[in-house]
């Protein structure tokens, strides 16, 4: 998949994890419900934007409007379907808050180091921007790999 090159930790074209547990718990936040842990600077940039668009996005629920994260929650959450929405809402503020304080306090590694493309010990994904949406690639075998059995995982939670 790659040609054995180094990629620079600050490259704002790729954004780098590694497989860890969050602090907290979550059940809204789909990047808390991730156990890919950010470890640049550049990737948590990307990581609160990805939030903030999906903040911004507004759906009616119950007369009422909320963000895309309280309305994916309602969609494929059943433990959130059966809660009251103001308390959804709420949840989803206090999991927003949560994260961006992890986000904000992460081991990060030195910008002005590099990272082979083929490490293992890190998830690397190339970002292609197209027009206003971010696609993520798996930039080696190993992050394939992994991105592929989340996949399966995710498609088999929702299925059953």
């Given at each position: 998949?790659?040609?054995?090159?180094?990629?620079?930790?600050?490259?704002?074209?790729?954004?780098?994890?590694?497989?860890?547990?969050?602090?907290?718990?979550?059940?809204i936040n789909q990047i808390g419900l991730s156990k890919e842990i950010p470890v640049t600077?550049?990737?948590?940039t990307h990581i609160k934007f990805s939030m903030d668009e999906i903040r911004k996005s507004?759906?009616?629920?119950?007369?009422?409007?909320?963000?895309?994260?309280?309305?994916?929650?309602?969609?494929?959450?059943?433990?959130?379907?059966?809660?009251?929405?103001?308390?959804?809402i709420e949840l989803e503020q206090k999991e927003f808050d949560d994260i961006i304080y992890?986000?904000?306090?992460?081991?990060?590694?030195?910008?002005?180091?590099?990272?082979?493309?083929?490490?293992?010990?890190?998830?690397?994904?190339?970002?292609?921007?197209?027009?206003?949406?971010?696609?993520?690639?798996?930039?080696?075998?190993?992050?394939?790999?992994?991105?592929?059995?989340?996949?399966?995982?995710?498609?088999?939670?929702?299925?059953?």
């Amino acid at each position: 998949m790659s040609d054995d090159k180094k990629i620079n930790v600050n490259d704002i074209n790729y954004a780098v994890y590694k497989l860890g547990n969050w602090k907290n718990s979550y059940e809204i936040n789909q990047i808390g419900l991730s156990k890919e842990i950010p470890v640049t600077k550049s990737t948590i940039t990307h990581i609160k934007f990805s939030m903030d668009e999906i903040r911004k996005s507004q759906f009616d629920i119950s007369n009422k409007t909320v963000n895309g994260f309280v309305a994916i929650a309602f969609q494929l959450n059943p433990k959130i379907q059966e809660m009251e929405l103001d308390d959804v809402i709420e949840l989803e503020q206090k999991e927003f808050d949560d994260i961006i304080y992890e986000l904000d306090n992460l081991e990060l590694l030195d910008e002005d180091s590099t990272i082979d493309l083929d490490d293992e010990n890190y998830l690397i994904y190339k970002l292609e921007k197209e027009c206003h949406l971010t696609t993520s690639i798996p930039a080696n075998e190993h992050t394939k790999k992994y991105y592929e059995d989340e996949m399966k995982r995710i498609d088999d939670a929702v299925l059953n």
